[in-house]
């Protein structure tokens, strides 16, 4: 059987999103991260004044974006990326310069106070690598976020990006961002 | 929430760091200018190679004290990757680092040069063998460093200016303008030392020689800020939007009264008034010693400020959100 080349992505669709936090919390206790750190994230933006008002919550996290800002200015290399899009960091070999968090449009990792590196959204790799799905998408009540690999064509996340408006944050830093925010 | 990942002792060593640079540029070039082959600035490229390696140390030793695991330092030389700023840094750091002691030793008179062998155990033979006298390579080391401190000078701009996340410093001009930061600093605290250095008082054709260098570097880096701050209001929104951190937002009074006012233009135009007389009335340079050491320290000061503004105001700029303005 020929290896099949992956290419890890997630869709989300944030008008179902009612910032009920489970997300975050999943990820928490999927991934023991410290106290007072996330992985991820929800943005809040509220709009008007009563009557006239709206609110959009925005979940975000590490956008594992095809050319990676944090992986290219790491100067030891512990910051790196999988081939299927997962950026990584190798904790051995961060040295905790902290170069890759201010290197990052997203602001989308944390310094580890603890073990002096720095660490971030793995995708949940270690259950993806399974077959699972990442805890953050497995948890959300509202079904907000679609996980999937962009080169298999049967896959949802390759309907809903053929058949749905969407747009990715912050095109024009040049990093080609994978969190795919349906409209 | 927005936090500051790079504090005060980054700042602190981007400041030594292009101190050093600028101290064996003053150093080297004063090692060159010569009449009947002989140096007429030899004291101040001795001073000069005196100085310039202790900041650049210093600001190395704090900028490992402030990674998250000191003690794995030693990785930034197991790897060598030429798309980070900062591992080209680093090696340039020490080359540099490397040079500018080299430059020292092959300035120290030779009773000094005994005296620190004299310190070292006899029987530590191989370190003894180093004892020697490269009083004529002089010219050899400042001509190779000479890049190296360029390099080094502009590598701490160039740290800041090529992470494109952060709009404040992702200009062509950040790299230029610490550049010629780091000059005028080095040329300030070597006409500092040499003022303060009681025991050889300083001579006038030094103090001239060292202030008209500074008048060339505080221009330079005027003519590189006033395009940044044009070139920044005419560029993309991400660029206005983080200028304003200057332009009225929190470091507004920091960069325009501390910085530009006190920090380059009042040092400016004391040395411009200095020499003034000198070159357009042809009398004698005077070379007030107050003037100068005030000069020199805003110069200092200044030059200090320009690398506290940009590292935290660039951290609070962001495409997606303007950090902790919100």
């Known amino acids: 059987m020929a290896i099949k080349k992956k290419r890890y992505a997630l869709v989300i669709d944030s008008r179902k999103c009612i910032n009920c936090k489970a997300c975050v919390v999943a990820c928490k206790a999927e991934n023991k ?5 996330f992985r991820n994230r929800i943005n809040e933006e509220r709009k008007g004044e009563y009557p006239k008002l709206s609110i959009n919550f925005e979940p ?21 990326q999988r081939k299927d899009g997962i950026v990584l960091v190798n904790y051995d070999e961060c040295i905790g310069c902290r170069y890759c968090m201010i290197a990052c449009p997203y602001d989308a ?29 497995e948890t959300c009540p509202s079904k907000v976020r679609v996980f999937g690999d962009l080169e298999d064509p049967t896959n949802r996340i390759h309907e809903l990006l053929s058949t749905r408006r969407y747009r990715v944050k912050e095109p024009q830093t040049g990093n080609g961002p994978q969190l795919y925010y349906l409209l | 929430m927005h936090e500051f990942n790079w504090g005060l002792l980054i700042v602190v060593y981007l400041f030594l760091g292009g101190l050093s640079a600028g101290l064996f540029f003053a150093a080297g070039l004063a090692n060159y200018l010569t009449v009947d082959d002989k140096p007429v600035y030899a004291r101040v490229a001795r001073m000069g190679a005196l100085l310039a390696p202790w900041p650049v140390a210093i600001g190395s030793g704090l900028l490992i004290l402030d990674l998250g695991n000191w003690y794995r330092f ?8 030429w798309q980070s700023p900062m591992s080209i840094g680093s090696w340039l750091l020490t080359v540099f680092t490397l040079i500018a002691f080299l430059y020292l030793f092959a300035w120290l008179k030779e009773d000094e040069r005994k005296w620190i062998f004299s310190k070292i155990p006899a ?13 004529s390579w002089r010219e050899k080391i400042a001509m190779v460093g000479f890049p190296f401190s360029i390099g080094v000078g502009i590598y701490t701009g160039v740290l800041l200016g090529a992470v494109s996340a952060r709009p404040f410093w992702n200009t062509n001009l950040v790299a230029q303008m610490f550049l010629f930061s780091a000059l005028s600093s080095g040329a300030a605290a070597l006409l500092l030392a040499m003022i303060l250095d009681r025991k050889n008082p300083i001579e006038k054709h030094e103090t001239k020689f060292l202030v008209t260098l500074d008048v060339v570097f505080i221009s330079l880096e005027l003519f590189i800020i006033l395009p940044y701050i044009i070139h920044g209001q ?6 206005k939007d983080a200028l304003t951190l200057i332009l009225g937002g929190p470091y507004t009074v920091v960069f325009w009264v501390f910085f530009l006012f006190l920090g380059l233009l009042v040092p400016l135009a004391i ?9 357009f009335k042809g009398r004698e340079f005077h070379g007030s010693r107050n003037m100068a050491l005030t000069a020199a320290g805003l110069v200092l000061f200044g030059g200090f400020l320009l690398r506290y503004i940009f590292v935290y105001a660039g951290q609070m700029s962001s495409f997606h959100r303007m950090g902790m303005l919100q």
């Not at chain 1, 002096?116 to 953050?136: E, Q, Y």
């Not at chain 2, 005419?234 to 660029?239: F, I």
């Open chain 1, 33 to 37: 991260v410290p106290v007072g750190n």
């Open chain 1, 60 to 80: 975000e996290q590490c956008h594992h974006c095809t050319d990676p800002s944090c992986v290219r200015v790491c100067p030891t290399g512990a910051s790196w």
């Open chain 1, 109 to 137: 990792r944390y310094f580890n106070e603890e073990e002096g590196v720095v660490d971030k959204c793995t995708f949940c790799s270690h259950r993806v690598d399974k077959g699972d799905i990442p805890a953050c998408v």
């Open chain 2, 74 to 81: 030693y990785k930034l030389f197991l790897h060598f990757r």
């Open chain 2, 123 to 135: 029987t530590w033979k191989q370190v003894h063998r180093l004892n020697v006298d490269i009083s």
């Open chain 2, 234 to 239: 005419l560029s993309s929104q991400a660029v």
């Open chain 2, 271 to 279: 040395e411009v008034y200095e020499l003034f007389p000198s070159i």
